[in-house]
Nanobody
Framework: QVQLVESGGGLVQAGGSLRLSCAASGHTFKSSVIAWFRQAPGKEREFVAAISWGGVSQISADSVKGRFTVSRDNAKTMVHLQMNDLKPEDTAVYYC????????????????WGQGTQVTVSS
C-alpha cells in the first residue's frame, strides 16, 4: 500500500499559478498510477489528471487541458501538478490518489488517498 501526502495549496488570483506536490511512501509507489482529483463544496470528487507508472503517459480532464501538467519523480517518490492560468472554478480541495490500473477516471477505483490540500482562486 502506498501512503500519500499533498502540499502546495493556497490562495492565488485568477491567471496565477500553483504547483501541488504529492509525497509518496510505500513499496508499491513505482508500480502505481498516480492521479489528481478535486472536490469543490457541494460537488462530487472529479478527475483532474493522471500519470503512468514510469511517467511516460499522462491524461487530463478537458477542463484543465493546456493549463495543468502532471509529472513524477520516482527517485524522489514525488508527483507534481503544475497549475497555470488558474480560474475561480478551479477552487477546490485537491487530492492525489493511487491505483494499479491505467486510464481510470473514477475515484472509486483508487485505493489510496492523501488528506487533500485547499486551492482557492480569487477573481
Amino acid at each position: 500500500q502506498v501512503q500519500l501526502v499533498e502540499s502546495g495549496g493556497g490562495l492565488v488570483q485568477a491567471g496565477g499559478s500553483l504547483r501541488l506536490s504529492c509525497a509518496a511512501s510505500g513499496h508499491t509507489f513505482k508500480s502505481s498510477v498516480i492521479a489528481w482529483f478535486r472536490q469543490a463544496p457541494g460537488k462530487e470528487r472529479e478527475f483532474v489528471a493522471a500519470i503512468s507508472w514510469g511517467g511516460v503517459s499522462q491524461i487530463s480532464a478537458d477542463s484543465v487541458k493546456g493549463r495543468f501538467t502532471v509529472s513524477r519523480d520516482n527517485a524522489k517518490t514525488m508527483v507534481h501538478l503544475q497549475m497555470n492560468d488558474l480560474k475561480p472554478e478551479d477552487t477546490a480541495v485537491y487530492y492525489c490518489a493511487a491505483a494499479a490500473g491505467w486510464g481510470l477516471r473514477s475515484a472509486a477505483l483508487y485505493n489510496a488517498w492523501g488528506q487533500g490540500t485547499q486551492v482557492t482562486v480569487s477573481s
